[in-house]
């Protein structure tokens, strides 16, 4: 109970941010999750570009360190490029249709940017999901500990790299992933 | 107090002020869901002026239009914020800065030390963000939107030449660029530390500084706390905040701050192009001026004196005249040009005194000239990163009967 009230609270105190919502269509999941790991989405909302300076923008992005796959990117480019053009009008809203297909889970994963550090079995820049189950294995606070962590973001657990907040993830999702997580 | 005057106890003091903010980061650390170890963007802001209009809360960008910046000195709470990643919470008495690169002897002094090892300096100097203006290029390009006379200040700055530490750790041959590093923090690990490399003409000029003071008080955090890169007239970007390595290098730094941002194409391109192969690296601002006083919409009164007052500043070399218009650029008038006795870097003052002689609406412009015959232009030449914006400066004010 407490924590429910505690993840409320953080949710409505995030400045905005879980009410911030690019233009729904395909892959506008995948953007808003990569982009928003450093900055608001008003950085794309207000200032619509050409297809090219996207692409260039993507590429700066990725040099600076956002954990997205070349795959990735390129759906974060097309989706911009439509939704977010200077000389074209936005299409109406749709279904991120690419949020669906495959395993759910791995989509929950992916849309969320956390495969962009997180790997079933090994380490990549944060440790791996077996990593984790195993070190909550037999906890009866885990699941609670878990959510929060995601929910919030921390340091220190694994070393000193940070995890970013996940202020976007919705309450029964995130439930999924820590269920997902323990019986890994 | 006069900057130069800055003391060990102001230092103390800052410690302590330091302290009482890491308690409330910590406080608001749950809500904001900043990581360990940085300040979260709203102690910042209490921090500043009122008038500061914020653009982003992450990463924090903020500024004070033109009418809130009629002040000689730019008071600290009233300099520009712009950072590349999050603020870090940096320990003064731990703090270290180290020398390495291509010198002869690799240095490195406690916050302690340097204040002991060279002469401290005082000098005033614009810092101004690359993309300052932004907003009034058309189209709009990607970056913060600042105002057409946002992302600029000039406080005054005390701490030692860089060229006197260069010159106590001894160049190597063939050191040609200093490159600057701070202890901001990403969002995430795989975040690329920003690091920006200056020539070594401009690293020995001589009001190039290690700073640890603005205005004659320790560096505020979201300035750099407790040490920074000054590089006065330069974009701001080339003055590294938290400041804890200086490398001397044979070349420009390669890295995504040296390539793909902070740069402008070679040659012009149409605009909405994307950036060309061939680019330059931004260094000095070109010549700018803005109105300070009278505010927008300001009421005048017909047949009676009034004042435009405002500010005048370039990268390098000297602001040479200012010239306002009332007539929309038809016809120029030589405003009064006051000199500043503070340092080369620093914008001047510039007034000139005219009685509007009809109501209604009026628009104030004005331009200014540098030494190299250089004069702004009503629109300077559009860029995919919206850099340099320094088109003329317009306000409009209405004169009543």
Redesign the interface.
Known sequence: MRLSVFLL??IF???GFAQDHLIPGPGSTLTENKCR????L??IQ?????R??W???L??MK?????MTEAEMAVILDYLAVYYN??KPAPAPSPDTLAGGGDPMQRLLEANGCT??HAPDRKV?GPAFREIAAKYAGDASAAARLAQKIR??G??AWG???M??N?GLSDPDLQSVVSWLLKK | MEPSKITRRDFIGGVAGAGALATLGIKEA????E???TIP?DAIKAEKSKAMQWH????LTGSVPAHEHDFDVTPTDRMFVRN??LIPDIDFKTHRVKITGLVGNELEFSMDELYKAFSAVTIQGMLECAGSGRSAYA???????WLETGGMGCPSWGGVRLADVLKAAGLKPGAAHVAGQGGD????????PVIRSIPMRKAMDDDTLIAWAMNGQPLPRVHGYPLRLVVPGWVGSASTKWLHTITVLDAPFKG?YMS??YVTPRVPVEP????PAETVSTEGWPVKSMITSPAPNARLKAGTQATVRGRAWVGEGEVERVEVSLDEGKSWQRAQLWRSESGKYAWRRFTYDFTPARAGYTTLVARAWDSAGNVQPAIPAWN?LGYFWNGWHRVGVVVEA
């Open positions: 609270f953080g105190t995030t400045g790991i450093c900055h608001e008003q950085h207000r200032s619509p570009l050409s090219g300076e692409a260039d923008n590429k700066n040099e600076r360190g956002t954990p200077r000389d962009g550090c820049v919030q973001g340091q220190g000193n790299v940070p970013p907040p202020p | 749950g809500a904001q869901a990581p360990a170890g963007a982003s809360e992450r990463p590349n990643l189209p709009r390009a990607s970056g913060t939107p923090p990403g969002m995430v690990a795989s975040a690329a995504t793909s941002s909405g192009q994307k950036m995919p």
